[in-house]
């Protein structure tokens, strides 16, 4: 039963997040004419006896997940194995999984008889908070991150915040690393009551995860649905993800997406207030309340190469100019992305990297 949901209107096709406090929309799933499920190989593993019992009769494709899946090669061989099973224009693709099931998955249902129809069920937290809605399906290129993609929403989805008690902790705070991005992004009475819920967020309970996801899904489809392509305002969404993406990138993918975003925030913060654009006192505020706290990641034996990571920043698609691209949190909340960002100066934040998390710097 449906105990809410959130419609986001699109260029493209309007669609829908329905959020769940049982099980019984599976069994409508297994229903479906024409069906093919691509699920985590992880997920199939844990619920195939129970949440997911229902699809035990059904077209399953189990799936291997890591960044180094995350490419067309992924993509060719699940249209192999979707094909083993003569589907028609009518096809209804269902993923079942976290981030990276969405974007081979969507990848596939948008290309696939150049478009079939693509359910979501996200299973992990990053997945539930931010990228299950906003369209874009992304692969990785060699060692470029989320280089080649398309935009294709899913005409559904479904939030059951029941699969998250299977989370490792790592998995979980990458999501928790987002959920934070995004009620920075909202301004400071949202970031407070993220603040106060961290406690909760951090036992798992239910009822609390289930209000910020709803929050965090609300904050990002205002972004989304004034930019949907992501030409201008959307932009702004890539907060913490300038340094992050190439932190992914140069660490081989040691740090979770959503801790790199948290890594990136941080990084980012400590610009803008070299820059004289956010006050030590707001860095420091924001440091401490919301960025250390939700960052779980042991960096003991990852190391950051500020070489590689700063060539890996130039590479990054939202650079324009000659300068490195660089959303920044400013005093009040407000955003700001910069364009001009020197190689010097982004090397000079990664080298302050370990007196940024002691906070000595």
Request: aromatic content about 8%.
């Amino acid at each position: 039963m449906h105990i809410g949901a959130l419609t986001i209107q699109s260029n493209i096709k309007s669609y829908t997040a329905y959020f769940e406090d049982n099980a019984a929309f599976v069994e409508e799933l297994a229903t479906l004419q024409n069906t093919v499920f691509v699920v985590d190989e992880n997920v199939w593993k844990v619920y195939a006896a129970s949440v997911l019992k229902p699809l035990s009769g059904a077209n399953v494709i189990p799936l291997p997940i890591s960044e180094e899946h995350k490419n067309i090669d992924t993509v060719c061989s699940l249209y192999e194995k979707i094909m083993q099973f003569s589907p028609r224009k009518n096809l209804n693709l269902v993923s079942v999984g976290g981030g990276i099931t969405q974007d081979l998955t969507g990848f596939v249902a948008s290309t696939l008889y150049r478009g079939v129809n693509w359910i979501f069920v996200p299973t992990t937290l990053l997945g539930q908070v931010d990228s299950c809605i906003g369209a874009k399906t992304s692969l990785n290129f060699k060692r470029y991150k989320n280089l080649v993609g398309t935009f294709y929403p899913p005409q559904k989805i479904y939030i059951y915040p029941e699969f998250l008690k299977s989370l490792t902790r790592t998995d979980f705070y990458s999501g928790v690393g987002e959920m934070a991005k995004l009620h920075l992004m909202r301004g400071e009475k949202e970031t407070r009551t993220f603040v106060e819920a961290l406690t909760a967020i951090d036992a798992v309970d239910i009822r609390t995860v289930l209000e910020r996801t709803k929050a965090c899904l609300e904050i990002k489809r205002a972004y989304i649905e004034d930019d949907e392509f992501d030409t201008g305002r959307r932009n702004m969404l890539n907060y913490g993800h300038c340094f992050g993406h190439a932190i992914e990138s140069s660490t081989n993918f040691a740090i979770t997406h959503g801790q790199a975003v948290v890594f990136g925030m941080l990084l980012a913060n400590h610009y803008a207030k070299g820059k004289g654009r956010l006050s030590a006192a707001n860095e420091k505020r924001i440091r401490e309340q919301v960025l250390m706290p939700s960052f779980k990641t042991d960096m003991r034996g990852i190391k950051i190469d500020v070489e590689k990571t700063v060539d890996a920043m130039g590479q990054d698609k939202k650079n324009l100019g000659k300068g490195l691209a660089l959303v920044i949190l400013t005093d009040g909340h407000e955003m700001e992305k910069l364009t001009d960002v020197s190689r010097e100066d982004a090397a000079g934040v990664l080298n302050d990297v370990g007196l940024i998390l002691r906070g000595l710097k």
